[in-house]
């Protein structure tokens, strides 16, 4: 499974296109691969400032809206279901907002930052589709299997409006993207090493459906974008070297847009470049999914 | 409390009504989310 996209949503139009030339590419290798777009629509702040998404923002130049910003990705959720045929994948940065939009999710993450609070693993635990947990950004593995046993879990809690009571997701599962020490350093976690790691606290523990989606991106990249086709490579070798890392990775998670890098907002807008994190251009992405679908 | 309402937001219900997914959509993605559970529990 390759889930794959803008580091934020944040033009319909040009979401749309790279959306429409993923879906040509999907024509060509759906046997092999399963390709799940990024629709990203609400972006966690460290600071709380900057762009925080097509939910907030549906126009990124004007003041925030979040009556419109609903409406719009509701919009853009269907257009990629209809215009593509393909799922959509975002991450729930509010669990209250998740209402809104569950009917059209066919993926969800919970981010580096969510994944230690407590609405987060509860309303995952009650979700119908797959639920990612990343690994939180300080890379402690511990924090990320107790959400998926939160995920995986009955919960009574309340939640939109009501007091509720979930089955647990069986489908949440593992998404290492990486940390950061305290010194701000990144450090990856998609080595041969980290994988055994992760596949020995799975048998350690009492989980269903052992499960990890590795993100190219974010800390195991250091944000350079252009490394993800290295680090995709070197996932997909080490799956090659040990069945039981083979069995457990189920798939990658990449950072693409239609051009490649990130803009700041200081010069002028170039169309399908990222306004917040770098992305890799789309012809290298193009030639990464090609080449995925020929070595699994 | 600081909290300043700047507009009321419909409920999730009313939003669906106003931009919902037909049923041959609703089934296209049924059939998505069997391929993500099917790569999951594979």
Redesign the interface.
């Given at each position: 499974?390759v889930i794959v996209g803008p580091c934020s949503a944040d033009d319909e139009e040009a979401v749309m296109e790279y959306m429409n030339r993923l879906a040509e590419v999907n024509e060509e290798v759906k046997d092999k691969v399963?390709i799940?777009p990024r629709v990203y629509t609400g972006k966690p702040r460290t600071t709380g400032e900057g762009y925080k998404g097509m939910m907030h923002q549906p126009d990124p130049t004007k003041a925030p809206n979040?009556?419109e910003g609903?409406?719009a990705i509701?919009?853009l959720f269907?257009r990629v279901?209809?215009e593509t045929?393909?799922?959509v994948a975002d991450e729930m940065l509010y669990p209250s907002n998740l209402?809104?939009v569950e009917?059209?999710l066919?993926?969800i993450a919970i981010g580096a930052r969510s994944v230690e609070n407590q609405q987060h693993r509860l309303t995952a635990s009650g979700i119908?589709?797959?639920v990612g947990m990343k690994n939180p950004t300080s890379g402690d593995l511990t924090v990320m299997f107790n959400s998926i046993r939160a995920a995986q879990s009955s919960h009574d809690f309340l939640y939109?409006g009501h007091e509720v009571r979930t089955s647990g997701n069986?489908?949440a599962?593992a998404i290492m993207r990486g940390s950061v020490n305290k010194h701000g350093n990144n450090l990856p976690n998609y080595h041969y090493e980290d994988l055994q790691l992760a596949y020995n606290m799975y048998m350690d523990g009492d989980f269903v459906?052992p499960?990890v989606i590795v993100d190219a991106n974010h800390s195991n990249s250091g944000k350079k974008f252009y490394e993800q086709p290295r680090i995709v490579k070197e996932i997909l070798h080490s799956r090659n070297c040990n069945s039981n890392i083979e069995q457990m990775v189920?798939?990658v998670m990449i950072e693409s847009y239609l051009v490649e890098g990130n803009q700041n907002g200081s010069e002028p807008h170039i169309y399908g470049k990222s306004i917040t994190d770098p992305c890799l251009g789309f012809e290298d992405t193009k030639n990464l999914i090609f080449d995925i679908a020929e070595r699994v | 409390m600081s909290f300043k309402n700047i507009r009321a937001i419909p409920s999730p219900e009313a939003i669906r009504s106003l931009i919902p997914l037909d049923a041959e959509l609703s089934a296209l993605k049924q059939k998505n989310d069997k391929h993500i559970t099917d790569v999951i529990t594979g």
């Open positions: 499974m399963l799940v979040m009556l609903i409406l509701r919009k269907i279901i209809k045929g393909m799922p209402p809104f009917d059209l066919s993926y119908d589709c797959a939109n069986p489908l599962h459906n499960a189920k798939g | -």
